[in-house]
């Protein structure tokens, strides 16, 4: 995935019809890492426990609540995003 500039969050046109792209990854069955893509081109991960029973809707709760991890052990587990690591 790459890192270039997509939308423009101050235009409305680009920004309202933008959208993330987002992977997620089970570490462990009670274990979730989420990436998802920016906006302005860059991207960040995010890491957080989980009940382990329904992953397909668990990484919604770590996308939006999880701890963020260091961008190197993001570029390990998500070598399929480029670009500039969200700081």
Not at 16 to 24: C, E, L, S
Not at 58 to 87: C, D, M, N, T
Request: aromatic residues 10%.
């Amino acid at each position: 995935m790459s890192g270039k500039v997509i939308c423009d969050p101050a235009t409305p046109e680009t920004y309202g019809t933008w959208q993330p792209v987002i992977r997620w990854k089970a570490l462990n069955r009670d274990v979730l890492a989420v990436a998802n893509s920016r906006c302005e081109g860059a991207w960040c991960a995010y890491i957080g426990a989980v009940p382990g029973m329904h992953h397909d809707n668990e990484w919604q709760e770590i996308r939006a609540h999880g701890g963020k991890l260091s961008e190197h052990i993001a570029r390990v587990i998500f070598p399929e995003f480029e670009g500039p690591y969200a700081r």
